[in-house]
T-cell receptor, first 117, second 111 residues
Framework: EPEVTQTPSHQVTQMGQEVILRCVPI?????FYWYRQILGQKVEFLVS????????KSEIFDDQFSVERPDGSNFTLKIRSTKLEDSAMYFC???????????????FGSGTRLTVV | RKEVEQDPGPFNVPEGATVAFNCTYS??????FFWYRQDCRKEPKLLMS???SGNEDGRFTAQLNRASQYISLLIRDSKLSDSATYLC????????????FGKGTMLLVSP
């Protein structure tokens, strides 16, 4: 069983529509992340989240994106007005450490495939 | 400039072969290093962390050379089930464990 659960597994949306991708990390993880992978490309960092606030974000994570953890369990990524180029696999990840002084790896969810048409 | 660069691949090898993957990274402040495995259209899964002294896990051996900013992964006695894309991943050390991924090297093991 995956330790990080993502829903939906696949979402098709029309350009300009809002989408919300959901993630449920396991309870002892403190640090949460969203990454994306455009088909055939490398995995790219979007945002990290700790203590109910964004700790770091990439250039990709512009004003169209937002994250929140509204109820202490679900961790969501919202894209306000989707573009064709937002089509990608979106992975949620979680870790129990920062990895700066220890070799913590991430646990990734199985991903949501977003297709914008 | 590519931050994490890997052999482009794919590598096609027969079962039982030994295969080596190479990776270089550009950020000398990088703190942690990993090899992940990714099956087609699946999530990346941690294969092993890479330590400065080198480390081994069964048929897999990882090496790190900080001076050269070079990481390697060696797979011995390759199995059909090893077929996947191998991702070199580096913690950039910028704060909250942001990981920078290489594009990956695909491995195809044939009978």
């Amino acid at each position: 069983e995956p330790e990080v659960t993502q829903t939906p597994s696949h979402q098709v949306t029309q350009m300009g529509q809002e989408v919300i991708l959901r993630c449920v990390p396991i309870s002892n993880h403190l640090y949460f992340y969203w990454y994306r992978q455009i088909l055939g490309q490398k995995v790219e960092f979007l945002v990290s989240f700790y203590n109910n606030e964004i700790s770091e974000k990439s250039e990709i994570f512009d004003d169209q994106f937002s994250v929140e953890r509204p109820d202490g369990s679900n961790f969501t990524l919202k894209i306000r007005s989707t573009k064709l180029e937002d089509s990608a696999m979106y992975f949620c990840a979680a870790s129990s450490g920062t990895g700066l002084t220890a070799n913590y790896g991430y646990t990734f969810g199985s991903g949501t495939r977003l297709t914008v048409v | 400039r590519k931050e994490v660069e890997q052999d482009p691949g794919p590598f096609n090898v027969p079962e039982g072969a030994t295969v080596a993957f190479n990776c270089t990274y550009s950020n000398s402040a990088s703190q942690s290093f990993f090899w992940y495995r990714q099956d087609c259209r699946k999530e990346p899964k941690l294969l092993m962390s890479v330590y400065s002294s080198g480390n081994e896990d069964g048929r897999f051996t990882a090496q790190l050379n900080r001076a050269s900013q070079y990481i390697s992964l060696l797979i011995r006695d390759s199995k059909l089930s090893d077929s996947a894309t191998y991702l070199c991943v580096v913690n950039t050390g910028s704060g909250y464990s942001t990981l920078t991924f290489g594009k990956g090297t695909m491995l195809l093991v044939s009978p």
